[in-house]
């Protein structure tokens, strides 16, 4: 069964960096049609897409958050891992990681839960 | 790059049909062909409903569909159900590997 699970503190002090980790299991990240993203979810709002990375280390990023996002991939175990520097209250959020398909099409199609990250000192 | 736009909300009565728009621009919607739909039900991830603008996944029902006019598209649930009521979120690919969600809109289930 294919699964994501994000991982990492659900609390964050202002200014410090947010960490999170997604381990994808029941397959391979490194696939030759998928990329791996992670979008967030401010409590009661929309969502927003954050990046993408490719297995081979290929990134791209939102570009209103490029500034301050890192999006990297470790294939031997399997997960892709986001840090987002000098977090404010405006970062706090459901973080989601997820399965991008892409070689001609583009959707996510497969989701982890989310982990919730509140930014408080 | 600005969200795509949703309306907040939209109701219907069950076994009705509802039809959710998502406006964009040349530079996302009406550029490619690539519009997802998601619903999401409170407390709950994300699902993909359509891909590429009208495709559906096998296991969504076909009672969901999608399409696309312009830089407008469209996803439209006919035989509205109770378990229907969530909210939806479209999404485009906005070139350079970029990506665009909507602001979702709460569809209630009269």
């Known amino acids: 069964q294919l699964q994501l699970q994000e991982s990492g503190p659900g609390l964050v002090k202002p200014s410090e960096t947010l960490s999170l980790t997604c381990t994808f299991s029941g397959g391979s990240i490194s696939s030759y049609s998928y990329y791996w993203g992670w979008i967030r979810q401010p409590p009661g709002k929309g969502l927003e897409w954050i990046g993408n990375?490719?297995?081979?280390?290929?990134?791209y990023y939102n570009p209103s958050l490029k500034s301050r996002v890192t999006i990297s991939v470790d294939t031997s175990k399997n997960h892709f891992s986001l840090k987002l520097s000098s977090v404010t209250a405006a970062d706090a959020a459901m973080y989601y990681c997820?399965?991008?398909?892409?070689?001609?099409?583009?959707?996510?199609?497969?989701w982890g839960r989310g982990t919730l990250v509140t930014v408080s000192s | 790059q600005s969200a795509l736009t949703q309306p907040r909300s939209v109701s219907g009565s069950p076994g009705q049909s509802v039809t959710l728009s998502c406006t964009g621009t040349s530079s996302d919607v009406a550029g490619y062909n690539y519009v997802s739909w998601y619903q999401q039900h409170p407390g709950k991830a994300p699902k993909l409903m359509i891909y590429d603008v009208n495709k559906r996944p096998s296991e969504v029902p076909d009672r969901f569909s999608g399409s696309k006019s312009g830089n407008t598209a469209s996803l439209t649930i006919s035989g509205l159900q109770a378990e229907d009521e969530a909210d939806y979120y479209c999404?485009?690919?906005?070139?350079?590997?970029?990506?665009?969600f909507g602001g979702g809109t709460k569809l209630t289930v009269l």
């Open positions: 990375i490719y297995y081979s280390g290929s990134t």
């Open positions: 999404c485009s690919y906005a070139g350079s590997y970029t990506f665009l």
């Open positions: 997820a399965r991008l398909r892409g070689d001609f099409h583009w959707y996510f199609d497969l």
